[in-house]
């Protein structure tokens, strides 16, 4: 998703306030008033309880419909969006880049072998390629083409204990988010290296992304620093601000 840092940060939470009422009135027109007895729309309080606990309802019927064996829709290279539109919650000229030698990826939590990975090491693993739709929560929608290690495979690589919960992401742009177990596992689930018939560029997250088309765009981290796997919720950059924790496309 595409956000100004010097907009956004200076007026987020107030706008978080004002969507969260606008999706409750939306709610309440819809007969969701029975559902949210005694909530009173100026009671701050309470509108914000009541939509976390609509965002939680939410997230636990996504989770119980997400299939490991549905796939996401693939297409054909001519339907590629060219060129790509940049996402992130700063503009383009603000990305920040690390130098791919010395780039390492440290591996947290319930894993086995905790030593960081190096993008030699990845480079060596079986790749996978996928030309999906990558879909923004603000409406918008775009086609790539993605190249990369299925998180599956690394999961097993390092030992994971794959019944922990939860996967955990943080970024070298200061971005976090985080997905259940399950959706780590999905075949489609992958950490990107390439894009088309190159490297991961920087305005795409080089030198790794996670590309994960049954999510939101905002579920698919770039800049990945660090992967954690762990039984600790662990939210996210926007989850943390409102935004549905599952995230599901």
Same mark, same amino acid.
């Given at each position: 998703?595409?956000?100004?840092?010097?907009?956004?940060?200076?007026?987020?939470?107030?706008?978080?306030?004002?969507?969260?009422?606008?999706?409750?009135?939306?709610?309440?027109?819809?007969?969701?008033?029975?559902?949210?007895?005694?909530?009173?729309?100026?009671?701050?309080?309470?509108?914000?309880? +009541?939509?976390?606990?609509?965002?939680?309802?939410?997230?636990?019927?996504?989770?119980?419909?997400?299939?490991?064996?549905?796939?996401?829709?693939?297409?054909? +290279?001519?339907?590629?969006?060219?060129?790509?539109?940049?996402?992130?919650?700063?503009?383009?000229?603000?990305?920040?880049? &690390?130098?791919?030698?010395?780039?390492?990826?440290?591996?947290?939590?319930?894993?086995?072998? =905790?030593?960081?990975?190096?993008?030699?090491?990845?480079?060596?693993?079986?790749?996978?390629?996928?030309?999906?739709?990558?879909?923004?929560?603000?409406?918008?929608?775009?086609?790539?083409?993605?190249?990369? &290690?299925?998180?599956?495979?690394?999961?097993?690589? &390092?030992?994971?204990?794959?019944? +922990?919960?939860?996967?955990?992401?943080?970024?070298?742009?200061?971005?976090?988010?985080?997905?259940?177990?399950?959706? +780590?596992?999905?075949?489609?689930?992958?950490?990107?290296?390439?894009?088309?018939?190159?490297?991961?560029?920087?305005?795409?997250?080089?030198?790794?992304? &996670? =590309?994960?088309?049954?999510?939101?765009?905002?579920?698919?981290?770039?800049?990945?620093?660090?992967?954690?796997?762990?039984?600790?919720?662990?939210?996210?950059?926007?989850?943390?601000?409102?935004?549905?924790?599952?995230?599901?496309?």
């Amino acid at each position: 998703m595409s956000h100004n840092r010097l907009d956004r940060s200076a007026i987020a939470p107030e706008l978080r306030r004002i969507e969260r009422r606008l999706m409750l009135k939306g709610a309440l027109s819809l007969g969701g008033l029975s559902m949210l007895s005694g909530c009173a729309l100026d009671d701050e309080p309470s509108v914000e309880r +009541a939509l976390s606990a609509m965002s939680r309802f939410t997230d636990r019927m996504q989770a119980m419909l997400f299939s490991r064996q549905r796939l996401a829709r693939e297409f054909d +290279a001519s339907r590629i969006t060219h060129p790509f539109p940049f996402n992130a919650y700063y503009d383009e000229s603000e990305v920040r880049t &690390v130098d791919p030698a010395g780039w390492r990826l440290e591996v947290d939590g319930l894993v086995s072998d =905790r030593r960081p990975w190096s993008l030699a090491q990845f480079r060596a693993l079986p790749q996978k390629r996928q030309i999906t739709r990558h879909i923004c929560v603000e409406g918008w929608s775009a086609i790539g083409d993605w190249s990369g &290690v299925p998180l599956s495979m690394f999961l097993q690589r &390092v030992g994971a204990d794959l019944r +922990a919960k939860y996967v955990n992401f943080r970024c070298f742009d200061d971005y976090s988010t985080s997905i259940d177990m399950a959706t +780590a596992l999905h075949p489609q689930t992958i950490l990107a290296l390439d894009y088309g018939d190159g490297a991961l560029p920087p305005a795409y997250g080089a030198p790794m992304k &996670v =590309r994960i088309p049954t999510k939101l765009g905002y579920k698919n981290p770039k800049y990945l620093a660090s992967i954690e796997v762990t039984n600790r919720f662990p939210g996210g950059y926007w989850e943390d601000q409102g935004y549905d924790w599952f995230g599901g496309s």
